[in-house]
């Protein structure tokens, strides 16, 4: 059977999409970029990436019940090598409370192959859109905040990746 | 035309349709499960403000019989009211709910691309409001009242309507785009009937 897929997308994917100046998915921007001379370029902070934002959240072994994971990678801006024991701060508005508050909020740290992964509550759009915020603050590179938004709000996982920059 | 007419009841039963289907929609969406009361009032308020901007047109043309020219602009006027106040809740509510949000729309700093489009809605109906309500005390001629209101009317028409259909919110979406095309669609025949553009033309009812 074929699923008909009908949603707010789809409808707008003509007209609204050139309305929309925003950059709805940005999950991989280090990536996709072509690798210049002087090597790999450094993620910035996303606008409204720091919002909500509580320091120095608890590392977890998952938020709250889990059925949602949240991954990516930590990489060193110009060799691109990969980071190892970096600590990423992950929070969004899930079914398990708002973003604001202590419960949303939690931190993991990446493998020796730089890449991070933690389960957490599902996420559910949020001022107009289903995001995660992410944060690197751990001071021996520049903090940098990241806004990711999902695809659709019915996803089950979300990436973002960090180039980091000496502080 | 009386109350009795078909026609009458017709368009009555069709704002009302246009208005109340997507708020009874938005009302069954499972996403208010996991929002706080007052997350929810500021939704709706948006909701209603944007139902409110569909009567607007309907009022101001006529359109909805059997009122007369001069009760349907009364109308028109407190529904003006009803809109600064709607949209109002809608801002403070979302402000308590997520200040540094509200804050980066408010500053236009926001990454959603829908902000843009309501903050700039939201000044436009602000100031027709608060024209409207010096328009006595300025003497403004209906001339000059229309060339004031009807670019503002266009910018809180066209900003409402993209910032609700980019929303990923409660709103369903079929119900949603459909009230979204009526908003245009009465505004683009209101002007069109009224000739807004034409210098010498007066609106019905007016004193020559």
């Known amino acids: ?167 | 035309m009386g109350w009795r007419s078909p026609r009458v009841i017709l368009i009555w039963i069709a704002l009302a349709v246009a208005i109340g289907v997507p708020i009874a929609l938005a009302a069954t969406s499972e996403q208010l499960a996991w929002r706080g009361p007052l997350y929810i009032l500021a939704g709706f308020a948006g909701i209603i403000a944007l139902g409110l901007v569909l009567a607007q047109p309907l009022l101001i043309g006529g359109y909805l019989a059997p009122l007369s020219a001069y009760r349907g602009r009364r109308a028109h006027h407190w529904i003006g009211g009803a809109l600064v106040l709607a949209v109002a809740i809608h801002v403070a509510g979302l402000w308590i709910t997520s200040p540094p949000d509200m804050i980066d729309a408010l500053t236009y700093t926001s990454p959603t691309p829908f902000s843009p489009f309501g903050v700039t809605a939201m000044w436009a109906i602000f100031a027709v409001g608060l024209l409207a309500s010096l328009r006595r005390r300025f003497e403004l001629r209906p001339r000059t009242w229309r060339f004031i209101h009807m670019p503002l009317a266009i910018v809180i028409v066209v900003g409402s309507v993209v910032h609700c259909l980019l929303i990923e919110g409660t709103m369903e979406t079929i119900s949603k785009a459909a009230l979204c095309v009526l908003v245009v669609a009465a505004t683009a025949k209101v002007m069109i009937d009224l000739q807004v553009w034409r210098k010498r033309r007066t609106l019905r009812g007016e004193g020559p």
């Open chain 1, 1 to 167: 059977m074929t699923e008909v897929v009908f949603n707010r997308r789809s409808l707008l994917a003509a007209g609204g999409s050139v309305l929309a100046t925003g950059v709805l998915v940005s999950g991989v921007p280090g990536l996709l970029l072509p690798a210049r001379a002087d090597g790999l370029a450094p993620t910035e902070t996303m606008s409204g990436g720091a919002n909500n934002y509580r320091k120095g959240a608890a590392i977890v072994d998952r938020i709250g019940k889990g059925g949602f994971w949240m991954s990516g990678t930590v990489r060193r801006a110009g060799d691109g090598a990969p980071l190892a024991g970096q600590r990423i701060q992950i929070w969004a508005h899930t079914v398990e409370g708002q973003e604001h508050e202590p419960q949303s909020h939690g931190a993991t740290l990446t493998d020796k192959d730089g890449k991070f992964r933690l389960e957490m509550p599902q996420i559910i759009p949020i001022f107009g859109q289903p995001h995660c915020h992410l944060a690197y603050d751990s001071g021996e590179f520049k903090t940098v905040f990241l806004r990711p938004v999902m695809r659709s709000a019915k996803e089950t996982s979300l990436e973002a990746h960090f180039v980091l920059q000496p502080a």
